[in-house]
């Protein structure tokens, strides 16, 4: 099975710097808002965002989806750390009108892969994108407030636990 290696954290580093962040695409965009956190997660050793959505109403307009998500890939050696930091989100911000749904991902097929794309980044014109283990955190609901809460709790954990590694 395959987990983080160094050699895939550099693929999905510079598919994200050099395709995904200047991309213009309506749909395909990378949301600005994430890219501190983004850039947090990534910084950990053996860990990296490997897809992301903010779910936001002023940017979708009528979004009919309002669902705001993370994959992160991780080392084997990771599993652990990355699971107990995705629960302390889940446990903040999961309620009745605010369902938050985090899961183990095997290395799967890449249902996005669209080999003619003429959008060129990894989740669209890799076969192998998501062939890696990966958490997929999830958070549905029309609460923007949750939203906040559920990013802003991701980027505490995250932050706490390079101030207790320093």
């Known amino acids: 099975m395959a987990y983080l290696t160094e050699n895939l954290k550099s693929y999905y580093q510079q598919?994200?710097?050099?395709?995904?962040?200047?991309?213009?695409d309506d749909f395909w965009r990378f949301d600005?808002?994430?890219?501190?956190?983004?850039?947090?997660?990534?910084?950990?050793?053996?860990?990296?965002?490997?897809y992301s959505r903010a779910y936001s109403p002023e940017?979708?307009?009528?979004?009919?989806?309002?669902?705001?998500?993370?994959?992160?890939?991780?080392?084997q050696d990771k599993r652990m750390f990355l699971g107990a930091l995705l629960m302390q989100v889940y446990d903040g911000v999961n309620g009745e009108y605010?369902?938050?749904?985090?899961?183990?991902?095997?290395?799967?097929?890449?249902?996005?892969?669209?080999?003619?794309?003429?959008?060129?980044?990894?989740c669209l014109t890799n076969p192998d994108y998501f062939r890696v283990w990966h958490f997929h955190l999830s958070l549905r609901s029309e609460d923007i407030d949750a939203h906040t809460k559920f990013w802003s709790l991701l980027e505490k954990a995250f932050r706490m636990d390079k101030s207790n590694s320093n």
């Open 15 to 24: 598919d994200l710097e050099e395709a995904v962040i200047p991309l213009l």
């Open 32 to 50: 600005e808002e994430l890219h501190d956190l983004i850039d947090l997660i990534n910084s950990h050793d053996g860990l990296q965002t490997i």
């Open 59 to 75: 940017r979708s307009g009528l979004d009919l989806d309002p669902t705001s998500y993370i994959k992160v890939a991780f080392a």
């Open 98 to 122: 605010s369902p938050v749904t985090l899961s183990e991902e095997a290395p799967q097929e890449n249902r996005n892969y669209t080999p003619d794309s003429a959008i060129h980044i990894g």
